[in-house]
T-cell receptor, first 113, second 114 residues
């Protein structure tokens, strides 16, 4: 079951904050976040494992709510370099086919000067 | 540090032709994956491999074949190209099980079938 990302697109001014959400109808083992710039490969940002621990990466952090099967990606004080499409990928278990990631359709983030 | 290398970067095929998309990684990763990405649809898993000699189907395997004779290489074969296979193809690898490991992606192969 493909996770649902929201919003589909967001436009920010430099310095503004944004939140991108990823929801699944299945119980999850892990949530991954990737960023892809136009014409390039996806680049890994972070993984959140079952346990609800919040993670941080510079001014980008994320949380994982197991009960709601939701993850949120927080981008604070956005920079022009944050522009791109953000994908969440979810795994329902560890091992076998359930350990493979199912990716959402992506959220396109545009940061303007 | 090459990481994951895909060739070719671009290709145009005629309907019914065959081709092999090449993927090699130099990170000694056990797990390798092939995804396709269509506009607005995210990444869909075609095939994956947990080690040399072991491959398995992903979500959208029809029309494709793979092999994994070495740890480094994971080629994807299209036997009878169809317009529905027009897409961007990404190869990725991870050191261990992908559920809790980062995946490293190649730059992609942009394939058009006319």
């Amino acid at each position: 079951q493909q996770p649902v990302q929201s919003p589909q697109a967001v436009i920010l001014r430099e310095g503004e904050d944004a939140v991108i959400n990823c929801s699944s109808s299945k119980a999850l083992y892990s949530v991954h976040w990737y960023r892809q710039k136009h014409g390039e490969a996806p680049v890994f940002l972070m993984i959140l494992l079952k346990g609800g621990e919040q993670k941080g990466h510079e001014k980008i952090s994320a949380s994982f709510n197991e009960k709601k099967q939701q993850s949120s990606l927080y981008l604070t004080a956005s920079q022009l370099s944050y522009s791109g499409t953000y994908f969440c990928g979810t795994a329902s278990n560890y091992g076998g086919s359930q350990g493979n990631l199912i990716f959402g359709k992506g959220t396109k983030l545009s940061v303007k000067p | 540090n090459a990481g994951v290398t895909q060739t070719p970067k671009f290709r145009i095929l005629k309907i019914g032709q065959s081709m092999t998309l090449q993927c090699t990684q130099d990170m000694n990763h056990n797990y390798m994956y092939w995804y396709r990405q269509d506009p607005g649809m995210g990444l869909k898993l075609i095939y994956y491999s947990v080690g040399a000699g072991i491959t398995d189907k992903g979500e959208v395997p029809n029309g494709y074949n793979v092999s994994r004779s070495t740890t480094e290489d994971f080629p994807l074969r299209l036997e009878l190209a169809a317009p529905s296979q027009t897409s961007v193809y990404f190869c990725a690898s991870s050191y261990l099980e992908g559920a809790n490991q980062p995946q490293h992606f190649g730059d992609g192969t942009r394939l058009s079938i006319l």
